[in-house]
């Protein structure tokens, strides 16, 4: 538990900053987040939502196991947003097909699935027939797929509407659409947060705005996560229900059902800064890969095209927990899991913040960038 009245304000209203706002408030804190727009509405709501840190075949160790707890922990997370929302969120972990077009890439799935099945997780290679089956959409010079199962997706935009409605219930204050927004320090610690609606003191100040998280005003140099935003661009098509039954990865795309009867497809990755256009070859390059496997979705229509920005950090882990000021936490670069790894980022920053004890984020730290993590921000940038 938290101390009675701890006050916590989180710049950036996205998925890492009211799943921790959400978690804080179930533990007693007193809580306020600040977001320049509508909450849920940049990468959060860009994303695919998916749930598969296996089938990403992530090397880094400990991402893989902070990924993989994330995705033990959704279905309770879940359950517990419906519960304090009274909003359904859309959750399906029936496993993920990547789908092999060629001999080298079904080398590649076998050596993956022995992989995982000397880690112990399920998962089954499927010939070619089988495949067809379980996923008859895809195209006839289809090799085989492996499939692995307990992944999937939650679908990203329920889910931020849904969080935002339990932190409301559960106490939260949401500020919309907040102006000016700069962080508050002295020379050793966090004060609190200023917009143009004053100044809200608070013990805990938590940075969760996303690929902007590196440039917030007033936030010390020195405190600054090296996070860039990686671009990804992505479409819709409306398909019958059921026509493309699990998501599915395919050379240069993935294929992301949802119940309502689109198909997502992305996602590009670009380093272009700050530019959210959807571009016309950014499009062409996701349906030529969509359609090359999957030749009968060109029959459908576009239904939706739209930009995001991951916020990215120079080794991909995400950057949680302490700066060098007391009481300045970090919550950012979660790169291209975010959405996976909200539950578990909500739990570890609670944890901390309840605390203070650094060690469980140890991997996670801004300290591990050494002492100058402009550094790591400029190389990053390359
Ligand atoms: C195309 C695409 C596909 C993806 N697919 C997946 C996927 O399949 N699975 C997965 O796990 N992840 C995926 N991701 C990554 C995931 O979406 C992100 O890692 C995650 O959403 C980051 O959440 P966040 O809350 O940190 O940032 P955001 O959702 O970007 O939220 C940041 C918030 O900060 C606010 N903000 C910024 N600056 C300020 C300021 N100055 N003042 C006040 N507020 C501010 C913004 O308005 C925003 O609301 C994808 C991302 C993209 C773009």
Sequence with gaps: MLRSGADVAI??????????????????????????????RAASWAGAGMLAPYTERIEDRALLALCARSLDAYPAFVERVVHASGFDVELSLDGIVNAAFD?????????HAAELAAAGISADLLDRNATLAAQPAL???????????????????RLGRALAAA???????????????????DARRALGVRSERGFTPASTVIVAAGAWSGSLPGLPEDCAPPVVPIKGQMLSLAIPRGFVRRTTWVPGAYLVPREDGRLLIGATAERVGFDERVTA????????????????????????????????SPDERPILGATPRAGLVLATGHYRNGILLTPVTATLLADFVATGDAAPLAAFSLARFGKDARVAARMNEV
């Design 281 to 312: 070859s950014g499009v062409r390059r996701l349906l030529d890969a969509a359609l090359a496997a999957a030749p009968s979705l060109g029959d459908f229509s576009i239904t939706e095209t739209w930009a995001g920005l991951r916020p990215g």
């Design 167 to 185: 932190c409301e219930t559960s106490g939260v204050t949401i500020v919309r659409d907040a102006r000016e927004v700069a962080l508050e320090c």
């Design 139 to 157: 195209g006839r010079n289809v090799v085989g797929a492996l499939v692995v199962r307990g992944e999937g997706y939650v679908d990203n935009r």
């Design 11 to 40: 710049v950036g209203a996205g998925l890492i900053g009211l799943a921790t706002a959400l978690e804080l408030a179930q533990r007693g804190a007193q809580v306020r987040v600040f977001d320049r727009a509508e909450p849920a």
């Design 103 to 111: 001999d080298a890439k079904m080398l590649a799935l076998r050596e």
